[in-house]
């Protein structure tokens, strides 16, 4: 039976990404070993970091000045590692949502944060346009997909200091110049692969200019050096990253999903619009390609709609625990099938309920 998948995160991955790791932890490449059981400085794994790392390199256009890394503790902890890294005294953020506010918390143990925007008092339903990075910032901290509200950054700052991006809900989604960034961090377990494992890509040359002594775990430059093994990797997180990988560059790379990814959304969009029961509360300029929030007009009908959706294998449409509602999460890997069947399911509720 076909289930369609919304969940925000852990989340939908491709089927055959999924069926070739499961292949993999039985027996990895007919060596009579499962990937869990041989060396993370083995030949078959250095190959699997090698292969990984240029795929993230060519999927995202990096020169060489960048070097990727395959870390753990998740975006949370890189809330943490970017100011350990890259703050001497001050650093400007934005305030676009509750992981934006987490990495906002985290940076005030380390120095001073200046935010130039918060959207907190309209319940995060935009994002300004209208900021201004001052000069004396050691870097500008954005969040490019606010996956609890559902908004996105469409338009990044043009300016010299360096821009530190969380993707962690729309990294391979969309087509950006990814060069523009001098940080940019992911976790793996909303558009890529199982939890566990961050994508960390850095620009070597913002590092450096810190003065204070870094515990090695949170010293990017340590794991640079050391191509993210200074400890055991996340080897399955990887593996299926580099699965994932293959299948976004088989698919014919991010332009693709782009436009997959902007059709899906546009037919939600549109249907929550245009239905008379549903409404979305996000500027319309600020929607979120990745997490298409949306609630119920009448709270009364919440009973009907949750027995109607969840009967139809529709899963993971609950909104945040903060936010109530409902969430889609249309990742890369949903089809526009499981997009469509969902609206036909809102459309049907319309007709019986209105
Ligand atoms: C999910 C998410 C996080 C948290 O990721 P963890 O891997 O659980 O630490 C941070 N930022 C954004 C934008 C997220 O969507």
């Not at 979305?280 to 119920?296: A, C, G, P, Q, Y």
Request: hydrophobic share 40%; glycine share 4%; aromatic share 10%.
């Amino acid at each position: 039976m076909k289930i369609h998948n919304f969940n925000a995160g852990p989340s939908i991955l491709p089927k055959q990404v999924i069926r070739k790791s499961a292949k993999a932890v039985i027996d990895y490449n007919q060596c009579g070993l499962s990937l869990l059981e041989i060396s993370h400085r083995s030949i078959d794994f250095e190959k699997i970091m090698e292969k990984t790392t240029n795929l993230v390199k060519r999927l995202m256009n990096l020169n060489k000045d960048y070097a990727v890394l395959f870390l753990q503790g998740g975006a949370t902890l890189q809330f943490t590692m970017v100011p350990y890294n890259l703050m001497k005294t001050e650093a400007a953020y934005l305030d676009t949502g509750i992981w934006a506010n987490n990495a906002i918390e985290e940076a005030k143990k380390i120095g001073k944060v200046r935010i130039l925007f918060s959207g907190r008092e309209k319940k995060y339903s935009y994002i300004s346009k209208n900021y201004k990075i001052p000069d004396e910032v050691d870097y500008f901290h954005c969040t490019s997909n606010n996956t609890i509200v559902g908004t996105q950054m469409k338009i990044f700052p043009n300016t010299s200091i360096p821009i530190i991006c969380d993707m962690s809900s729309d990294i391979f989604s969309r087509k950006l110049n990814f060069c523009q960034f001098g940080l940019i961090y992911a976790s793996a377990q909303k558009n890529i692969s199982s939890a566990g494992m961050t994508i960390v890509i850095v620009k070597k040359e913002i590092l450096r200019k810190i003065k204070r002594n870094i515990p090695s775990y949170l010293d990017y430059k340590i794991h640079i050096k050391n191509n993210s093994l200074l400890n055991t990797p996340n080897v399955f997180s990887i593996y299926t990253s580099m699965l994932t990988l293959e299948w976004i560059e088989n698919k014919g790379g991010i332009s693709i999903l782009e436009k997959e990814n902007q059709q899906k959304s546009k037919l939600l969009y549109d249907e929550i619009d245009r239905n008379n029961l549903f409404e979305n509360r996000i500027h319309k300029e600020d929607r979120s390609n990745m997490n298409v929030t949306f609630f119920l007009k009448k709270k009364n009908l919440k009973k009907d709609f949750d027995y109607m959706w969840k009967k139809e294998n529709i899963v993971g449409l609950e909104g945040h625990r903060s936010l109530g509602g409902y969430r889609a999460s249309i990742y890369n890997a949903i089809s526009l099938e499981s997009v469509q069947f969902l609206i036909e399911v809102m459309k049907e509720f319309e007709r019986i309920f209105s």
